[in-house]
């Protein structure tokens, strides 16, 4: 089942007279269930065509399609609920909030939710979250009591507190150690091979890359290779273009 | 996002940093405590003025007949015999602005007691509502006459402090009796001294007795006669078991005892020489002098274009004194109230600024797990909010209970305004959503992906 597909996306971006072409032109499909790797130099625009795959940017030109949703004309609070409730994100500065609980913090996306949880609901669910990544008893330690991989892990949690069918991971080991980054990626395939939740990081880094099933390469705006990588698990298709 | 969980959000936030959301209130803290000390001991000052002014008659009209002539000569304000104790009465009854009416005979004669003797000033002929028109119903001593002594025409009086320390030489007075034209008058009761009025005239150089006995056993005369110490200098001998000593010749003709017994004269005639009457305020005197004028008209029919026969005098000079002070006591007190808010409330502003920027990447976290602007927007506008009204409420009880240490510590009088702490609270949400728009404002329109790249 096609879960994401982009026809000629394309991003420009106007400075003053300018206009430089960040994009030009992407065309892609993922399916659910896919672990992919989106690589490139900087200024590739695999940043770019992440905000625009995370919803949190227009494409100038072109269709993308979300889960059988257009998406490239929907108005900012469209695109909000849209995230809030199908996206997930993981960021390389792992963005919690300052001397907040760690199950606050899962909980925060909820309050944001469409569907009405109470706050016993909430609670429990996001305790739910923090069992699963591994922090049951690090439920009321504040950020600066965890350690980085701690850290990362409760944003993980925060990320799939509304069972978002995508999570896109923002170099999500970048401020992590090797040991507590092989952590991080390994709760990440298995989420993806427990919850078949479709992850798509973006990294420069070839061993995060490695743990991918598919591989995207970007370079000075188009895609340049899609494979599928020697990931762990090579039974997954990949390279579905 | 409901109403509920945006508070919550807004409290959570604030309480992450304590210090400087209690910084931030400071600012509104002392703005509503200074508007509400100010407010309430403002309004007590304001009401201790107002009652001071009103004591010196701001609210008090004085009726008096109009003028009589013969003949092209005119014999002035107050000569002719037209005004009745009933008009004062029905002034009373039928005038809604009128607090309170009280007629008048004024005499000036000698009075003795023991070897001394002394003028007084004035010898008013009145009624307990006089007191209370004048707002000097709390007596120094003894007690005033009553509607019964008025009924009665009982020969008792009220002396004022000059004539207690010129007869009495000090000693106390009541229960003493004094003479009036040789008719004796028991003291019941001395007046609170008042000093001399804006004229220089001695108020406390009077008496006060029932208008009746003035009238027919003093006096015995109207006072038609301009001049008033011939008809009081009467050399005609007294003895004390005169009741009407000094009777004048009758007004109408001598009617026989068949007249009297066919035409029973319906009215007892007695004319008053003026009224005094009190406003319910200041504010209404213009309204009672209407309602008088009716009444009067109506009482004494007078045709349309007739002139009246009566004069109304208010004490326009005090009136406007009073409406005077107690606008540029408010005006004053608004002022400063409003300084106070606006500092406050720029240093809401201040700090909310200085916090949205310090949070933007919070906001970007927040708008990229799926906030909208108005969440955002609605959640600093909230923070906004929730700091102005603790502070307020904050404020409430310092400024309460500062003008409460006020009250105790120097005795001044202190007025709580329920309006006041109303308008604090109204004023500081005010402050709170007004200074807090713009910087909530700014933080909706931000774009998450800039804001979660801010370092």
Same mark, same amino acid.
């Not at chain 2, 509920?4 to 959570?12: N, P």
């Given at each position: ?37 989106? *690589? ?7 940043? *770019? ?10 494409? *100038? ?125 390994? !709760? ?54 | !996002? ?24 400071? $600012? ?171 004229? $220089? ?127 540029? !006591? ?60 603790? $502070? ?39 402050? $709170? ?23």
């Amino acid at each position: 089942m096609e879960l994401i597909t982009l026809r000629s996306i394309t991003k420009t971006y106007q400075m003053g007279d300018i206009s430089v072409p960040v994009l030009k032109g992407i065309s892609l499909s993922i399916r659910q269930g896919e672990l992919i790797a989106l *690589t490139g130099s900087s200024g590739s625009g695999k940043s *770019t065509l992440m905000n625009i795959l995370g919803c949190l940017d227009r494409p *100038t030109d072109g269709e993308y399609w979300l889960d059988g949703q257009e998406t490239s004309t929907l108005s900012a609070d469209e695109r909000a609920l849209l995230r809030n409730s199908k996206l997930g994100f993981v960021f390389q500065s792992f963005n919690l909030l300052a001397r907040t609980s760690a199950i606050e913090n899962v909980a925060m996306p909820l309050s944001y939710a469409a569907e009405d949880l109470s706050e016993r609901e909430a609670k429990d669910r996001a305790a739910e979250m923090l069992v699963r990544v591994g922090l049951g008893d690090r439920m009321d330690h504040l950020p600066s009591q965890l350690s980085g991989g701690q850290q990362q892990r409760v944003a993980i949690a925060r990320a799939l507190i509304n069972r978002p069918p995508v999570l896109f991971a923002d170099e999500p080991t970048g401020n992590l150690d090797s040991k507590t980054s092989e952590e991080v990626l390994q !709760m990440f395939e298995q989420l993806n091979a427990e919850d078949g939740i479709t992850i798509i990081m973006v990294t420069h880094d070839p061993k995060v890359a490695g743990h991918a099933n598919r591989m995207i390469r970007m370079e000075d705006g188009v895609i340049q290779g899609d494979a599928p990588a020697a990931g762990p698990n090579p039974e997954l298709p990949g390279g579905a273009s | !996002m409901k109403v509920y969980t945006t508070a919550r959000t807004a409290l959570r936030a604030l309480r992450r940093n304590p210090m400087r959301a209690m910084l931030t209130t400071l $600012g509104i803290v002392i703005g509503v405590s200074a508007v509400i000390a100010m407010m309430e001991i403002g309004a007590g000052a304001s009401a201790a003025l107002k009652k001071t002014i009103a004591s010196m008659g701001a609210n008090v009209l004085v009726v008096r007949p109009g003028t009589a002539s013969s003949g092209g000569v005119s014999f002035g304000s107050g000569t002719t015999t037209t005004l009745t104790p009933e008009d004062s009465q029905a002034i009373l009854r039928e005038c809604p602005s009128v607090r309170n009416a009280a007629p008048m005979v004024r005499a000036r004669t000698q009075v003795v007691y023991g070897n001394r003797n002394w003028v007084p000033n004035a010898i008013y002929g009145t009624t307990p509502a006089y007191l209370d028109v004048q707002d000097w119903s709390i007596l120094a001593e003894g007690e005033p006459f009553s509607e019964r002594d008025v009924l009665n025409g009982n020969r008792v009086c009220i002396l004022g402090k000059s004539l207690v320390r010129e007869l009495f030489e000090g000693e106390s007075s009541v229960g003493k009796e004094i003479r009036i034209k040789n008719i004796t008058f028991k003291v019941i009761g001395v007046l609170t001294p008042k000093g001399a009025n804006m004229m $220089g005239f001695d108020q406390d150089d009077v008496i006060l007795a029932p208008w009746t006995t003035i009238k027919y056993r003093v006096t015995g005369a109207s006072l038609t006669n301009t001049n008033q110490s011939t008809a009081a200098a009467t050399d005609s001998v007294n003895t004390l078991s005169n009741l009407y000593p000094t009777a004048q010749r009758s007004l109408y003709p001598e009617r026989s005892k068949i007249q009297e017994a066919n035409n029973p004269m319906p009215v007892r005639f007695a004319n008053i020489d003026q009224i005094m009457i009190s406003a319910n305020s200041s504010a209404e005197i213009p309204m009672a002098i209407e309602q008088i004028t009716g009444v009067l008209r109506e009482r004494h029919r007078i045709r349309n274009g007739e002139p009246d026969d009566f004069n109304i005098r208010d004490m326009a000079e005090l009136t406007k004194t009073l409406s005077t002070t107690t606008k540029l !006591m408010t005006n004053l007190l608004l002022a400063v109230a409003m300084i106070s808010l606006v500092v406050g409330g720029v240093g809401i502003m201040n700090i909310m600024l200085v916090s949205v920027t310090e949070r933007t990447r919070e906001i970007g976290l927040r708008m990229a797990v799926g906030a909208r602007g108005q969440d955002i927007l609605r959640q600093f506008l909230v923070e906004a909010v929730v700091l102005c009204l603790a $502070g307020g409420a904050m404020g409430i009880v310092l400024g309460h209970g500062g003008s409460l240490l006020v009250k105790f510590l120097f005795k001044w009088p202190v007025e709580t305004s329920p309006a006041a702490i109303a308008a604090a609270v109204l004023v500081s949400a005010g402050v $709170g959503i007004i200074f807090g728009f713009y910087p909530a404002w700014k933080a909706s329109r931000l774009d998450p992906i800039e804001a979660l790249r801010y370092e």
